[in-house]
T-cell receptor, first 113, second 111 residues
């Protein structure tokens, strides 16, 4: 009965380095979201995968950000050439249905020095 | 924001009082979902209200939806210190049913 799992839970990196954040959704969930939350702020939508449809990438802030979802399950969010403004908590969520509730992971806290 | 707003941004009440927070949206919704977040951790789902529903209850929580005003309210009755958290409303919109959030309401319940 595992929930949504994200790794790493914390990542400290130097400006200019690439980082990969991983999300393991709940088995069988077809929808998967990535959100970004800066300190004390709301949730900023990044990208949305729904089944076999093309992902909605409209929230990605720049071309340094990319995400993929392999085999309809695990997802990886990649940030290239990290900048200090990328520092935030990156939250992943999955849902079993198109319109149902989301189940969130505990997030990956990224700090760019 | 493009999605709408939540207000107030912050709310401080005493234990036992009721807390009301509001959510507005701009485009037609499939449903609206309320979530709770403790101290920057993952969000936890509270209530989902569909576009053809006007009110839903869950324990001490009551959610209303007014589609003519494009707004929703979350009422927490008889608040407790443990209700201290941030509350977010998620707007499920479009044929792709994308869920987007606003900036949330930070609720502080004091003893």
């Amino acid at each position: 009965g595992a929930g949504v799992s994200q790794s790493p839970s914390n990542k400290v990196t130097e400006k200019g380095k690439d980082v990969e954040l991983r999300c393991d959704p709940i088995s069988g969930h077809t929808a998967l979201y990535w959100y970004r939350q800066s300190l004390g702020q709301g949730l900023e939508f990044l990208i949305y995968f729904q089944g076999n449809s093309a992902p909605d990438k409209s929230g990605l802030p720049s071309d340094r950000f990319s995400a993929e979802r392999t085999g309809g399950s695990v997802s990886t969010l990649t940030i290239q050439r990290t900048q200090q403004e990328d520092s935030a908590v990156y939250l992943c969520a999955s849902s079993p249905t198109l319109t149902g509730e989301l189940f969130f992971g505990e997030g990956s806290r990224l700090t760019v020095l | 924001s493009q999605q709408g707003e939540e207000d107030p941004q912050a709310l401080s009440i005493q234990e036992g009082e009721n807390a009301t927070m509001n959510c507005s949206y701009k485009t037609s919704i499939n449903n609206l979902q309320w979530y709770r977040q403790n101290s920057g951790r993952g969000l936890v789902h509270l209530i989902l209200i569909r576009s053809n529903e006007r009110e839903k209850h869950s324990g001490r929580l009551r959610v209303t939806l007014d589609t003519s005003k494009k707004s929703s309210s979350l009422l927490i009755t008889a608040s407790r210190a443990a209700d201290t958290a941030s509350y977010f409303c998620g707007r499920n919109t479009g044929t792709a049913s994308k869920l987007t959030f606003g900036t949330g309401t930070r609720l502080q319940v004091t003893l």
